[in-house]
Protein backbone atom coordinates (compact mmCIF):
# COMPACT_ATOMS: atom_id res chain seq x y z
CA UNK A 1 0.00 0.00 0.00
CA UNK A 2 1.30 3.48 -1.29
CA UNK A 3 0.12 6.26 1.32
CA UNK A 4 1.41 9.72 0.41
CA UNK A 5 0.12 11.74 3.61
CA UNK A 6 -0.13 15.14 3.24
CA UNK A 7 -2.11 17.52 5.59
CA UNK A 8 -1.90 14.24 8.40
CA UNK A 9 -1.25 14.88 11.84
CA UNK A 10 -0.83 13.47 14.91
CA UNK A 11 -3.05 15.44 17.41
CA UNK A 12 -2.74 13.47 20.31
CA UNK A 13 -1.37 10.15 22.43
CA UNK A 14 -1.93 7.85 25.23
CA UNK A 15 -0.99 4.61 27.46
CA UNK A 16 -1.41 2.37 29.66
CA UNK A 17 1.32 0.81 31.31
CA UNK A 18 0.39 -1.27 34.30
CA UNK A 19 2.56 -1.64 37.22
CA UNK A 20 5.73 -3.61 36.96
CA UNK A 21 7.07 -6.60 38.28
CA UNK A 22 10.95 -7.31 38.73
CA UNK A 23 12.60 -9.62 36.77
CA UNK A 24 15.20 -9.62 39.40
CA UNK A 25 12.72 -11.00 41.62
CA UNK A 26 11.00 -13.68 39.03
CA UNK A 27 14.46 -15.21 38.94
CA UNK A 28 14.70 -15.48 43.01
CA UNK A 29 11.06 -17.44 42.73
CA UNK A 30 12.35 -19.33 40.09
CA UNK A 31 9.69 -17.82 37.06
CA UNK A 32 13.02 -16.47 35.03
CA UNK A 33 16.51 -17.91 33.96
CA UNK A 34 19.37 -15.58 35.63
CA UNK A 35 21.39 -16.18 32.32
CA UNK A 36 18.58 -14.97 30.32
CA UNK A 37 17.95 -11.65 32.31
CA UNK A 38 21.71 -10.63 32.66
CA UNK A 39 21.99 -11.67 28.54
CA UNK A 40 18.46 -9.80 27.84
CA UNK A 41 18.73 -6.77 29.47
CA UNK A 42 15.15 -6.54 30.90
CA UNK A 43 14.64 -5.13 34.68
CA UNK A 44 11.35 -4.49 35.31
CA UNK A 45 7.94 -5.96 33.24
CA UNK A 46 4.70 -4.29 32.98
CA UNK A 47 1.75 -7.04 34.36
CA UNK A 48 -1.56 -6.15 34.37
CA UNK A 49 -3.54 -7.56 37.53
CA UNK A 50 -6.65 -8.72 35.96
CA UNK A 51 -7.08 -5.91 33.12
CA UNK A 52 -8.19 -6.86 30.33
CA UNK A 53 -6.54 -5.34 26.67
CA UNK A 54 -9.69 -3.79 25.52
CA UNK A 55 -10.18 -2.52 29.33
CA UNK A 56 -6.87 -1.07 28.76
CA UNK A 57 -7.45 -0.14 25.68
CA UNK A 58 -9.77 2.29 26.48
CA UNK A 59 -7.94 4.32 28.84
CA UNK A 60 -5.34 4.97 26.68
CA UNK A 61 -7.89 5.89 23.96
CA UNK A 62 -9.49 8.22 26.66
CA UNK A 63 -6.13 9.70 27.26
CA UNK A 64 -5.34 9.94 23.58
CA UNK A 65 -8.58 11.69 23.28
CA UNK A 66 -8.94 14.19 25.37
CA UNK A 67 -5.60 15.22 25.05
CA UNK A 68 -6.43 16.26 21.03
CA UNK A 69 -8.97 18.30 22.20
CA UNK A 70 -10.80 16.27 19.45
CA UNK A 71 -14.47 15.42 19.83
CA UNK A 72 -16.43 12.32 18.96
CA UNK A 73 -18.51 13.86 16.36
CA UNK A 74 -14.52 15.32 14.55
CA UNK A 75 -13.29 11.49 14.60
CA UNK A 76 -14.65 9.12 11.71
CA UNK A 77 -13.20 6.05 12.47
CA UNK A 78 -11.25 3.31 15.07
CA UNK A 79 -9.00 0.98 14.59
CA UNK A 80 -8.15 -1.08 17.49
CA UNK A 81 -4.64 -3.63 17.11
CA UNK A 82 -3.33 -6.47 18.40
CA UNK A 83 -0.78 -9.61 18.79
CA UNK A 84 -2.97 -11.47 21.08
CA UNK A 85 -6.86 -12.58 22.37
CA UNK A 86 -8.27 -10.20 23.53
CA UNK A 87 -11.86 -11.77 25.05
CA UNK A 88 -14.51 -13.75 24.21
CA UNK A 89 -14.99 -15.50 20.82
CA UNK A 90 -17.16 -14.13 18.34
CA UNK A 91 -16.97 -10.43 20.02
CA UNK A 92 -16.04 -7.44 19.06
CA UNK A 93 -13.22 -5.52 20.98
CA UNK A 94 -13.12 -2.41 18.45
CA UNK A 95 -17.26 -1.68 19.62
CA UNK A 96 -16.48 -2.07 23.43
CA UNK A 97 -13.54 0.54 22.90
CA UNK A 98 -15.56 2.56 20.73
CA UNK A 99 -18.41 2.61 23.36
CA UNK A 100 -16.90 3.04 26.44
CA UNK A 101 -14.92 5.59 24.82
CA UNK A 102 -16.46 7.82 22.02
CA UNK A 103 -19.60 6.45 22.35
CA UNK A 104 -20.56 7.00 18.39
CA UNK A 105 -21.34 4.89 15.62
CA UNK A 106 -18.28 5.30 13.59
CA UNK A 107 -16.60 1.95 12.18
CA UNK A 108 -14.67 -0.02 14.34
CA UNK A 109 -12.09 -2.53 13.11
CA UNK A 110 -9.74 -5.31 14.30
CA UNK A 111 -6.23 -5.47 13.12
CA UNK A 112 -4.30 -8.44 14.40
CA UNK A 113 -0.70 -8.68 12.39
CA UNK A 114 1.21 -9.71 15.59
CA UNK A 115 3.99 -6.74 16.76
CA UNK A 116 3.13 -5.47 13.40
CA UNK A 117 -0.16 -4.16 14.10
CA UNK A 118 -0.35 -0.79 15.74
CA UNK A 119 1.76 0.78 12.49
CA UNK A 120 -0.48 -1.77 10.22
CA UNK A 121 -3.51 0.17 11.81
CA UNK A 122 -2.11 3.39 11.53
CA UNK A 123 -1.63 3.04 7.91
CA UNK A 124 -5.10 1.96 7.35
CA UNK A 125 -6.36 4.73 9.45
CA UNK A 126 -4.34 7.28 7.49
CA UNK A 127 -5.35 5.67 3.89
CA UNK A 128 -9.31 5.49 5.82
CA UNK A 129 -9.11 9.86 6.11
CA UNK A 130 -7.14 10.45 2.75
CA UNK A 131 -9.57 8.64 0.74
CA UNK A 132 -12.93 10.97 1.01
CA UNK A 133 -12.72 14.79 1.95
CA UNK A 134 -15.72 14.48 4.63
CA UNK A 135 -13.54 12.57 6.86
CA UNK A 136 -11.12 14.06 9.65
CA UNK A 137 -10.17 12.18 11.98
CA UNK A 138 -9.37 8.30 13.44
CA UNK A 139 -8.39 6.80 16.52
CA UNK A 140 -5.40 4.10 16.48
CA UNK A 141 -4.95 1.48 19.34
CA UNK A 142 -3.54 -1.27 20.48
CA UNK A 143 -3.48 -3.51 24.01
CA UNK A 144 -2.26 -6.46 24.45
CA UNK A 145 -2.40 -8.72 28.04
CA UNK A 146 -0.09 -12.04 27.50
CA UNK A 147 -1.75 -12.99 31.46
CA UNK A 148 -3.72 -15.96 29.92
CA UNK A 149 -2.72 -19.09 31.83
CA UNK A 150 -2.32 -20.75 28.53
CA UNK A 151 1.03 -18.23 28.11
CA UNK A 152 4.01 -18.36 30.10
CA UNK A 153 5.23 -14.91 29.49
CA UNK A 154 8.97 -15.48 31.03
CA UNK A 155 9.52 -18.28 28.21
CA UNK A 156 7.28 -17.74 25.25
CA UNK A 157 9.62 -15.22 23.70
CA UNK A 158 13.24 -16.29 23.10
CA UNK A 159 14.72 -12.83 23.43
CA UNK A 160 11.82 -11.23 25.47
CA UNK A 161 9.68 -10.96 28.49
CA UNK A 162 6.06 -10.46 27.17
CA UNK A 163 4.49 -7.54 28.79
CA UNK A 164 1.12 -5.92 28.96
CA UNK A 165 0.03 -2.31 28.01
CA UNK A 166 -1.88 -0.12 26.16
CA UNK A 167 -1.68 2.95 23.32
CA UNK A 168 -3.28 5.21 21.47
CA UNK A 169 -3.17 7.79 19.18
CA UNK A 170 -5.22 10.14 17.24
CA UNK A 171 -5.37 10.85 13.66
CA UNK A 172 -6.44 14.41 12.58
CA UNK A 173 -6.84 16.22 9.11
CA UNK A 174 -7.41 19.64 10.58
CA UNK A 175 -4.53 20.21 12.80
CA UNK A 176 -2.04 18.40 15.69
CA UNK A 177 2.00 18.34 17.22
CA UNK A 178 3.44 16.80 14.67
CA UNK A 179 2.69 15.58 10.65
CA UNK A 180 2.83 12.21 9.49
CA UNK A 181 4.35 12.38 6.40
CA UNK A 182 4.37 8.85 5.20
CA UNK A 183 3.59 5.50 6.16
CA UNK A 184 4.52 2.06 3.94
CA UNK A 185 4.34 -1.57 3.94
CA UNK A 186 5.51 -4.59 2.70
CA UNK A 187 5.36 -8.28 2.91
CA UNK A 188 7.89 -11.26 2.65
CA UNK A 189 5.04 -13.76 2.13
CA UNK A 190 6.99 -16.75 1.34
CA UNK A 191 8.42 -16.86 5.00
CA UNK A 192 5.04 -16.99 6.61
CA UNK A 193 6.33 -20.46 7.76
CA UNK A 194 8.61 -18.99 9.95
CA UNK A 195 5.19 -18.41 12.57
CA UNK A 196 3.52 -21.68 11.73
CA UNK A 197 6.00 -24.18 11.54
CA UNK A 198 4.60 -27.57 10.77
CA UNK A 199 1.49 -27.29 13.29
CA UNK A 200 -1.94 -28.05 11.35
CA UNK A 201 -3.71 -24.88 10.78
CA UNK A 202 -6.71 -26.57 12.17
CA UNK A 203 -7.66 -26.56 14.84
CA UNK A 204 -6.78 -23.47 16.31
CA UNK A 205 -3.93 -23.99 18.75
CA UNK A 206 -5.78 -21.50 21.23
CA UNK A 207 -8.85 -24.42 21.44
CA UNK A 208 -6.51 -27.32 21.73
CA UNK A 209 -4.71 -25.93 25.16
CA UNK A 210 -1.60 -25.44 23.72
CA UNK A 211 0.67 -22.91 25.29
CA UNK A 212 2.00 -20.08 23.55
CA UNK A 213 5.74 -20.68 22.12
CA UNK A 214 6.95 -18.31 19.54
CA UNK A 215 10.22 -19.97 19.38
CA UNK A 216 9.10 -23.30 18.68
CA UNK A 217 8.09 -22.72 15.07
CA UNK A 218 11.29 -20.50 14.47
CA UNK A 219 13.47 -22.69 15.77
CA UNK A 220 12.00 -25.99 13.96
CA UNK A 221 12.58 -23.69 10.20
CA UNK A 222 15.75 -22.37 11.28
CA UNK A 223 17.19 -25.93 11.65
CA UNK A 224 15.38 -27.45 8.30
CA UNK A 225 16.31 -24.52 6.24
CA UNK A 226 20.32 -25.14 7.48
CA UNK A 227 22.72 -22.39 5.73
CA UNK A 228 19.66 -20.96 3.76
CA UNK A 229 18.69 -19.30 7.26
CA UNK A 230 20.69 -16.55 6.31
CA UNK A 231 18.69 -15.94 3.35
CA UNK A 232 16.09 -15.13 6.09
CA UNK A 233 18.23 -11.84 7.36
CA UNK A 234 19.20 -10.93 4.38
CA UNK A 235 16.62 -10.50 2.93
CA UNK A 236 14.50 -9.14 5.69
CA UNK A 237 17.59 -6.53 6.21
CA UNK A 238 17.42 -5.55 2.26
CA UNK A 239 13.66 -5.20 2.29
CA UNK A 240 13.85 -3.18 5.38
CA UNK A 241 16.44 -1.26 4.04
CA UNK A 242 14.57 -0.27 0.73
CA UNK A 243 11.33 0.71 2.93
CA UNK A 244 12.86 2.91 5.60
CA UNK A 245 14.51 5.12 2.26
CA UNK A 246 11.26 4.48 0.54
CA UNK A 247 9.13 6.48 3.27
CA UNK A 248 12.02 8.41 4.11
CA UNK A 249 12.03 9.85 0.35
CA UNK A 250 8.59 10.54 0.26
CA UNK A 251 9.02 12.28 3.33
CA UNK A 252 11.20 14.45 1.60
CA UNK A 253 14.14 13.72 3.91
CA UNK A 254 17.37 11.21 3.85
CA UNK A 255 17.94 8.54 6.14
CA UNK A 256 20.83 10.46 8.18
CA UNK A 257 17.69 13.28 8.80
CA UNK A 258 16.07 10.57 11.22
CA UNK A 259 16.43 12.02 14.90
CA UNK A 260 14.85 9.02 16.62
CA UNK A 261 13.42 5.69 15.60
CA UNK A 262 10.13 4.15 17.26
CA UNK A 263 10.94 0.34 17.31
CA UNK A 264 9.66 -2.91 18.85
CA UNK A 265 10.66 -3.54 22.67
CA UNK A 266 14.27 -4.10 22.80
CA UNK A 267 16.60 -3.86 26.30
CA UNK A 268 19.80 -4.46 24.98
CA UNK A 269 21.57 -2.14 22.31
CA UNK A 270 22.90 -5.27 20.73
CA UNK A 271 20.14 -6.69 20.02
CA UNK A 272 18.24 -3.72 18.79
CA UNK A 273 21.77 -2.96 16.48
CA UNK A 274 21.16 -6.10 14.63
CA UNK A 275 17.42 -5.56 13.75
CA UNK A 276 18.53 -1.69 12.91
CA UNK A 277 21.75 -1.94 11.18
CA UNK A 278 21.10 -3.42 8.48
CA UNK A 279 18.79 -1.05 7.59
CA UNK A 280 21.36 1.77 8.43
CA UNK A 281 20.29 3.15 11.38
CA UNK A 282 21.94 3.25 14.74
CA UNK A 283 20.55 1.81 17.37
CA UNK A 284 21.58 4.86 19.39
CA UNK A 285 18.84 6.45 18.26
CA UNK A 286 16.44 4.41 19.87
CA UNK A 287 14.98 3.88 23.13
CA UNK A 288 16.51 0.29 24.84
CA UNK A 289 16.47 1.99 28.05
CA UNK A 290 12.76 2.52 28.38
CA UNK A 291 11.32 -1.18 27.39
CA UNK A 292 14.36 -2.27 29.82
CA UNK A 293 11.43 -1.16 32.44
CA UNK A 294 8.27 -2.23 30.26
CA UNK A 295 9.20 -5.63 28.71
CA UNK A 296 7.69 -6.47 25.01
CA UNK A 297 3.68 -5.45 25.20
CA UNK A 298 2.83 -7.12 21.90
CA UNK A 299 1.84 -4.58 19.45
CA UNK A 300 1.88 -2.02 21.79
CA UNK A 301 5.26 -1.05 22.02
CA UNK A 302 5.66 1.74 19.33
CA UNK A 303 2.80 3.62 20.61
CA UNK A 304 4.14 3.15 24.01
CA UNK A 305 7.80 5.11 23.24
CA UNK A 306 6.01 7.31 20.88
CA UNK A 307 3.83 8.65 24.27
CA UNK A 308 7.12 8.23 26.10
CA UNK A 309 8.78 10.81 24.31
CA UNK A 310 5.60 13.05 24.17
CA UNK A 311 5.46 12.75 28.19
CA UNK A 312 8.89 13.33 28.71
CA UNK A 313 9.12 16.63 26.93
CA UNK A 314 12.09 15.52 25.11
CA UNK A 315 10.66 16.40 21.30
CA UNK A 316 11.39 19.64 19.50
CA UNK A 317 10.04 21.13 16.18
CA UNK A 318 11.72 19.70 13.23
CA UNK A 319 12.72 15.95 14.58
CA UNK A 320 12.23 13.05 12.70
CA UNK A 321 10.57 10.36 13.71
CA UNK A 322 11.05 6.56 12.13
CA UNK A 323 8.30 4.61 13.52
CA UNK A 324 9.78 1.31 12.64
CA UNK A 325 7.86 -2.48 13.33
CA UNK A 326 7.82 -5.83 12.22
CA UNK A 327 5.06 -9.20 12.77
CA UNK A 328 4.08 -12.26 10.85
CA UNK A 329 4.02 -12.94 7.37
CA UNK A 330 6.55 -11.24 7.35
CA UNK A 331 5.43 -7.80 7.20
CA UNK A 332 7.37 -4.73 7.59
CA UNK A 333 5.88 -1.45 8.17
CA UNK A 334 7.49 2.06 8.44
CA UNK A 335 6.43 5.45 8.63
CA UNK A 336 7.89 9.01 9.17
CA UNK A 337 6.48 11.60 11.39
CA UNK A 338 7.80 15.26 11.73
CA UNK A 339 7.11 17.28 14.83
CA UNK A 340 5.74 20.67 14.59
CA UNK A 341 6.27 22.47 17.79
CA UNK A 342 6.87 20.85 21.09
CA UNK A 343 3.53 18.74 22.46
CA UNK A 344 2.14 21.04 24.90
CA UNK A 345 -1.48 21.25 25.72
CA UNK A 346 -2.48 19.75 22.80
CA UNK A 347 -0.04 17.43 22.89
CA UNK A 348 0.21 16.27 26.36
CA UNK A 349 -1.84 17.05 29.97
CA UNK A 350 -1.20 20.03 31.28
Not at 322 to 345: K, R
Request: charged share 20%; aromatic share 6%; net charge negative.
Amino acid sequence: MNVRTENLFLAGTGAYIPPRASVAEAVRRGAYDRERMDSCGWRNIAVSDGVSAPDMAVAAVRQAVRRSGLGPEDIDLLVHSCAYHQGPDGWSAPHYILRSTLGSTVPALTVEQGCNAFLAALEMAAQYLLCASSRNGAVVSAADNFGAPSVDRWYAHRDAVLADAATAVVLSKQSGWAALRSVESVSLPHFEILNRGHEPIFPPAVTTGRALDMNEHLEAMVEELGPKASEIVQEYGASGTKLVEQVTAEAGIAVADVSRVLHLGAATADFLDSHLRPMGLDAALGAVDFFRDVGHAGATDVGLQLNHHVEAGDLSAGDHLLLLSAGPGLMITAAVVTVLETPGSEGRDA
